[in-house]
């Protein structure tokens, strides 16, 4: 939001995006507008900012925002990315986040698959109006096992990498999960069933 908000080209439609997100943002601090909700219809609305701009652009700005992020990345998660990449592991980045971003941010790293949400276009520009397929809780589970199927999966001895309560789903797939500063809900659950936790 705050590389949005700076933006050359976006920056000027950040004020009315930012407006737009208060209501069920607040109503999902007040506990009367579900997480998941509040989530996606917060997603869909930042789509506003790009809503008919060529896609290759929207693609562009993932790639500047990409470039100010890497340095932020957990040292100990790339540690154990590499280390399951000797291992010849899968590895499978599953997010929220829109698909160009993850791309762009990831594209360094050995990952062999990325599910992320998705931009809608119309021809070569972003739709906005078109709803998204968030991608988060359950979701992610569908989809992983869709990635997978003709894979023979031992679920018993993967990881999961989760740092909220929305990657329950996904943590509970595997027979190693790991919570990663984990939120205060997921804190809880990790310290109940003795889960890793990387903080």
Not at 74 to 102: C, M, W, Y
Not at 105 to 128: C, E, M, N, R, S
Request: charged fraction near 20%.
């Amino acid at each position: 939001m705050e590389f949005a908000k700076h933006h050359p080209t976006y920056g000027a439609k950040y004020k009315s995006f930012y407006y737009s997100i208060i209501p069920p943002y607040v109503g999902y601090k007040m506990k009367i507008y579900p997480e998941a909700k509040m989530k996606r219809n917060v997603t869909q609305k930042y789509l506003q900012l790009f809503h008919g701009q060529p896609i290759s652009e929207v693609e562009s700005f993932f790639q500047q925002l990409a470039d100010n992020m890497r340095n932020d990345f957990h040292p100990l998660v790339i540690e154990r990315i590499e280390k399951h990449k000797q291992q010849n592991d899968t590895i499978l980045v599953v997010s929220g986040a829109f698909t160009p971003l993850l791309q762009a941010t990831l594209a360094h790293l050995p990952i062999d698959y990325i599910i992320g949400t998705a931009i809608p276009t119309k021809g070569q520009f972003v739709d906005a109006t078109t709803p998204i397929d968030h991608i988060q809780s359950e979701r992610k589970t569908a989809l992983i096992l869709e990635t997978l199927k003709h894979n023979v999966i031992d679920w018993q001895n993967c990881f999961a990498y989760g740092d909220s309560i929305a990657d329950l789903p996904v943590l509970e797939m595997v027979g190693n999960p790991v919570a990663v500063c984990p939120d205060v809900k997921l804190q809880h659950i990790a310290n109940t069933k003795d889960w890793t936790i990387v903080c």
